[in-house]
């Protein structure tokens, strides 16, 4: 060997350890992470650690392996170790448990979970992915058998075991959010009695409460038992593993089998022991690029605060779709480009026993609380397609735009068919502060079987047009029951005496013409249909004439679901 080789042997190895990375966490955001820095610097050295015994595993596809939707747990695995180091030569140890990080040594002390072996690594660059973990609290009984959180591989196979063995007939989910929904349709599909205890008074916490009512009216209808503003107080466990879920009301819910979906807490503690700063939500805190106070420490994934671009605030987000997005900001960063995280619009859909839920965009509840007072919001009902193609099913669809300059703010739309499609247009037009003149003007794709000429988009966008130019002024739905101003149900006589507005009298719009001289000029006049179309007409009518008329937004409809969430 000649006297040089040792020499740049040493200077070789120097110069790969300088560019050591290691990702604590192998799903979501720390694998897109690994991939995404391989593709752009070959010459990294990337460590991927996660306690778990799989990485980059399809966790949103947990429950549907549980419902028997998903029959091969195979195809829950999107990337295995030995894919990452034959395709990417990245290292993966997976049941390997980081305990510590030294910040000033620049090393992480691990446990290989098989063997129980304590070593250290050492690291240029440290990137937190550890997730989130589901909310499990301090209560009677939480950890009795039977009772289960959904969050790996592993336990699907737990669920799916018990389910099998024991023969579940009843089930309760406590908590009614995206997995506890989830939960709900896939153990229906298996044939399993679903009762659901939910702490606050409303199903789907991200969605304004009069949207939640769709949700729990179809839930009802399809026999799944809704406890609404009732808590977990504790859970029994009796002879034969039958289990007694004990709610705060003092409810007893016989059941073979509980989840708890209760919501989950990002994974800070090995943050906070690295004295990393922790935001006021329990996230990590970070830049735009992904980064933590400590410039060789990066943190993505649903262990991080990230910057809500509708309403300013600094939220957690537990989605996949940000947490690999951030995954691959990080990546980029450390290869020494300058891309940024954009924020997060907290874009969602759930599927709910044949319904579907989608939203983008800030809530009306998120923008009161994050103090945002100049906006407006409409309610409409089309159908999902061309009313004269048959098959045509509502979409209920709630539009936030801002005053006066029409940015829209967000949207919620609950229905059968074409829900996740509206929303997305409507989750793209936000991202490019597009306005309601956009949507008005959006040119999207039309047949008879999916859409119409006029699409549920552009119809939104056509009444907020209206709204904004005073063309059409608004009611607030708040004030209907105690009103002074005269209420109108331009609805057809039979229609009327289906339901209506209380103190509301009827005059439909077919004889509007006809008879509005029997309205006071003097008195303001509420108009309202069934769900809003009708009253529009009568509204640009009556104020041709000198009436100050407005519309109740979304109809009679509307009214039912604002009524039974008590907003009204």
């Not at 980081?98 to 620049?106: F, G, P, Q």
């Not at 044939?191 to 409460?209: F, N, R, S």
């Not at 005073?470 to 109108?488: F, I, K, Q, R």
């Amino acid at each position: 060997m000649h006297p040089t080789e040792p020499v740049t042997s040493q200077l070789r190895d120097a110069e790969a350890s300088s560019r050591r990375v290691v990702i604590v966490g192998g799903v979501a955001g720390g694998a897109s992470c690994a991939a995404r820095l391989r593709r752009l610097d070959e010459s990294k050295e990337i460590l991927v650690m996660d306690r778990g015994p799989y990485v980059s595993f399809a966790n949103c596809g947990l429950p549907y392996y549980v419902g028997n939707v998903i029959t091969d747990e195979a195809s829950l695995l999107v990337a295995s170790a030995q894919m990452f180091r034959d395709r990417f030569n990245i290292g993966v140890h997976t049941e390997t448990e980081v305990l510590s990080i030294d910040r000033a040594a620049h090393v992480v002390q691990v446990r290989d979970l098989r063997s129980g072996v304590v070593r250290e690594e050492r690291y240029d660059t440290l990137v937190l992915a550890p997730g989130a973990a589901p909310i499990r609290p301090s209560l009677p009984g939480v950890d009795s058998p039977g009772v289960f959180a959904v969050r790996s591989i592993p336990d699907t196979r737990l669920i799916r075991a018990w389910i099998d063995q024991r023969g579940v007939k009843r089930a309760v989910v406590v908590g009614g959010g995206f997995i506890g929904l989830e939960m709900v349709e896939n153990l229906r599909h298996r044939g399993v009695e679903v009762t659901v205890l939910e702490k606050l008074t409303q199903l789907m916490p991200p969605l304004d409460a009069e949207m939640a009512v769709w949700v729990a009216d179809h839930l009802r209808e399809k026999g799944v038992t809704l406890y609404l503003g009732d808590g977990l107080a504790g859970i029994e466990s009796h002879d034969g593993g039958a289990l007694v879920v004990v709610a705060e009301s003092g409810a007893r819910l016989e059941t073979d089998l509980v989840i708890l979906a209760i919501g989950v807490r990002p994974e800070t503690a090995l943050a906070r022991e690295a004295k990393l700063t922790i935001g006021p939500r329990g996230g990590i805190v970070v830049d735009e690029r992904m980064r933590t106070g400590d410039p060789d420490i990066y943190a993505v994934g649903d262990a991080v605060e990230v910057h809500d671009v509708l309403t300013g605030q600094e939220i957690v987000l537990p989605l996949a779709g940000p947490a690999n997005r951030q995954g691959r900001i990080a990546a980029e960063a450390i290869a020494g480009r300058t891309t940024a995280f954009r924020g997060v619009q907290a874009t969602a859909v759930v599927g709910v026993v044949g319904m579907t839920v989608a939203s983008t965009g800030a809530s009306e509840k998120g923008l009161v609380r994050a103090g945002v007072k100049d906006f407006a919001k409409i309610y409409l009902h089309p159908g999902h397609h061309a009313g004269y193609y048959p098959g045509a099913r509502a979409i209920h669809l709630k539009l936030l735009f801002s005053v006066p300059d029409g940015r829209v703010l967000g949207a919620q739309a609950v229905g059968f068919e074409g829900v996740e499609k509206r929303i997305d247009v409507v989750a793209t037009a936000i991202q490019f502060g597009a306005t309601v003149d956009d949507l008005a003007n959006a040119e999207l794709c039309y047949a008879p079987q999916y859409g119409a000429a006029k699409d549920p988009v552009n119809i939104a966008g056509m009444i907020a047009q209206n709204v904004l130019s005073g063309d059409m002024a608004l009611a607030p739905w708040d004030e209907v029951e105690n009103t002074d101003a005269l209420l109108v149900d331009v609805r057809e006589p039979e229609e009327y005496a289906t339901g209506h507005l209380p103190r509301a009298i009827n005059l439909p719009l077919s004889k509007m013409r006809q008879r509005y001289g029997e309205l006071s000029v003097e008195r303001e006049v509420w108009l309202c249909c069934g769900v809003g179309q009708r009253a529009y007409y009568a509204t640009r009518f009556l104020m041709q004439k000198g009436y100050r008329a407005r519309n109740l937004s979304g109809g009679y409809t509307t009214y039912l679901s604002l009524k039974s969430a008590g907003l009204i």
